[in-house]
T-cell receptor, first 119, second 113 residues
Framework: NAGVTQTPKFRILKIGQSMTLQCTQD?????MYWYRQDPGMGLKLIYY???????DKGEVPNGYNVSRSTTEDFPLRLELAAPSQTSVYFC??????????????????FGPGTRLTVL | GDSVTQMEGPVTLSEEAFLTINCTYT??????LFWYVQYPGEGLQLLLK?????DKGSNKGFEATYRKETTSFHLEKGSVQVSDSAVYFC????????????FGKGTMLLVSP
């Protein structure tokens, strides 16, 4: 299993440009999440999804959009990039607690991250 | 809302020293508690967790006990190694919130030989 993969690893955007951060997991997890990590600030939840076609906002959703057309993929879209979106972005996934009761049922598995700079 | 507070870093120790990183939380209900570790340039990995009061999570020599009375989940290790140098995040998971995590700000640990 590759686990959670993210592309690209690094990206520099100009103000006003758009891009999509890709996230794929091969663990058949229903739950997927996007976080951003700012220096000294921990991780903040941007959006999450509990299954294909179902998404919801987290703590800091402004300026981002998501979609979930398959169980495996959960792309994050940045429209009109701003310097405030300079951050490291992490995708994560976990099991559906209603369907799985194993010891790691509530454990999130993280991708390696995408470092985004907006200039 | 839920929140997690952990001690500021960096924490600088010599090899074989005792480690404590404090973590306290505020939450409604009975969350699960986690410690995640982030090595330089990598994503987060689960280090240990506890799902109910008085549970002790342990892994790789690290331990933390879920203390409901003090709303704490302090991370300890008896003898740190250089390879333990990383950023450690305390987090809680709302059992009714699709396992979404609320993180502390992270504590950097630097261990010197």
């Amino acid at each position: 299993n590759a686990g959670v993969t993210q592309t690209p690893k690094f990206r520099i955007l100009k103000i006003g440009q758009s891009m999509t951060l890709q996230c794929t997991q091969d663990m058949n997890h229903n739950y997927m999440y996007w976080y951003r990590q700012d220096p000294g600030m921990g991780l903040k939840l941007i959006y999450y999804s509990v299954g294909a076609g179902i998404t919801d906002k987290g703590e800091v959703p402004n300026g981002y959009n998501v979609s979930r057309s398959t169980t495996e993929d959960f792309p994050l879209r940045l429209e009109l990039a701003a310097p405030s979106q300079t951050s490291v972005y992490f995708c994560a996934s976990s099991y559906d607690l209603n369907l799985y009761t194993g010891g790691d049922a509530d454990t999130q598995y993280f991708g390696p991250g995408t470092r985004l700079t907006v200039l | 809302g839920d929140s997690v507070t952990q001690m500021e870093g960096p924490v600088t120790l010599s090899e074989e020293a005792f480690l404590t990183i404090n973590c306290t939380y505020t939450a409604t209900g009975y969350p699960s508690l986690f410690w995640y570790v982030q090595y330089p340039g990598e994503g987060l990995q689960l280090l240990l967790k506890a799902t109910k009061a008085d549970d002790k999570g342990s892994n790789k020599g690290f331990e933390a006990t879920y203390r409901k009375e003090t709303t704490s989940f302090h991370l300890e290790k008896g003898s740190v190694q250089v390879s333990d140098s990383a950023v450690y995040f305390c987090a809680l998971s709302d059992p009714h919130g699709y396992s979404t995590l609320t993180f502390g700000k992270g504590t950097m640990l630097l261990v010197s030989p």
